[in-house]
């Protein structure tokens, strides 16, 4: 009984977080939090511009609270907005900007988005990072690229658990481009000491992964 209440209670959140998401897509939204309290529900949203999630005269906390307590039933929810301290290590931040610089600049321009979203990553102090687009970029026939640069375990228990990941999808007029951004943050600890370039030192690299039919 009370594993099913705890498995209801994550799945309300992730249905929550996913709603959001759509709602602030492509406008700094990170994720939310949740806290339960003895007053009710307390609902931080993390972004980069808390202007936009509040909207004008408070009109979109206003809506929010609303869609939280009649369609997601939340006990007096209240909403909080939560600072980014480091945005360019926060995979849904980058994914989501990956995204709206695609859209405003066009998928032909994917290498210099990739490259400077790359270094800005390893800029912010992080131990390795890597992006991976695919779809029809640059052209009609869909293609992966890779961008990496750093240090990034591809198996093991630092890839389960340790580096951060996100996969998002948008559409465009030639189809649906995906995005994956991987993060090894500055605070993990590896436990094979190896030794990495400093991040003034890193060179990204570009690659071509193969095709998707």
Same mark, same amino acid.
């Given at each position: =009984?009370?594993?099913?209440?705890?498995?209801?209670?994550?799945?309300?959140?992730?249905?929550?977080?996913?709603? &959001?998401?759509?709602?602030?897509?492509?406008?700094?939204?990170?994720?939310?939090? +949740?806290?339960?309290?003895?007053?009710?529900?307390?609902?931080?949203?993390?972004?980069? *511009?808390? @202007?936009?999630?509040?909207?004008? #005269?408070?009109?979109?906390? #206003?809506?929010?609270?609303?869609?939280?307590?009649?369609?997601?039933?939340?006990?007096?929810?209240?909403?909080?907005? @939560?600072?980014?301290?480091?945005? =360019?290590? !926060?995979?849904?931040?980058?994914? !989501? *900007?990956?995204?709206?610089? /695609?859209? *405003?600049?066009?998928?032909?321009?994917?290498?210099?988005? @990739?490259?400077?979203?790359?270094?800005?990553? &390893?800029?912010? @102090?992080? &131990?390795? %990072?890597?992006?991976? /687009?695919?779809? #029809?970029?640059?052209?009609? *026939?869909?293609?992966?690229?890779?961008?990496?640069?750093?240090?990034?375990?591809?198996?093991?228990? +630092?890839?389960?658990?340790?580096?951060? #990941?996100? $996969?998002?999808?948008?559409?465009?007029?030639?189809?649906?481009?995906? +995005?994956?951004?991987?993060? +090894?943050?500055? !605070?993990?600890?590896?436990? !094979?000491? $190896?030794? $990495?370039?400093?991040?003034?030192? %890193?060179?990204?690299?570009?690659?071509?992964?193969?095709?998707?039919?």
């Amino acid at each position: =009984m009370i594993e099913r209440h705890f498995v209801n209670q994550k799945l309300k959140e992730f249905q929550i977080q996913e709603h &959001i998401g759509k709602i602030f897509s492509k406008t700094g939204y990170s994720h939310i939090e +949740i806290k339960r309290t003895p007053l009710g529900e307390n609902v931080i949203i993390y972004t980069t *511009r808390p @202007g936009i999630v509040v909207g004008k #005269k408070g009109e979109n906390i #206003k809506k929010l609270t609303a869609l939280l307590k009649n369609k997601y039933k939340l006990d007096n929810p209240q909403l909080e907005i @939560g600072e980014i301290e480091n945005p =360019m290590l !926060d995979v849904n931040y980058v994914a !989501d *900007r990956i995204a709206g610089s /695609l859209e *405003r600049f066009g998928q032909k321009r994917f290498k210099s988005i @990739g490259y400077k979203v790359l270094q800005e990553i &390893i800029d912010a @102090g992080a &131990i390795g %990072a890597e992006v991976i /687009l695919a779809g #029809k970029i640059p052209s009609a *026939r869909a293609r992966s690229w890779r961008f990496s640069a750093g240090y990034l375990k591809k198996s093991g228990e +630092i890839n389960q658990s340790m580096i951060h #990941k996100k $996969t998002i999808n948008f559409t465009n007029k030639l189809g649906v481009i995906g +995005i994956n951004v991987s993060i +090894i943050t500055p !605070d993990i600890q590896l436990t !094979d000491k $190896t030794l $990495t370039l400093k991040p003034e030192y %890193a060179k990204p690299n570009l690659e071509e992964i193969g095709y998707k039919e």
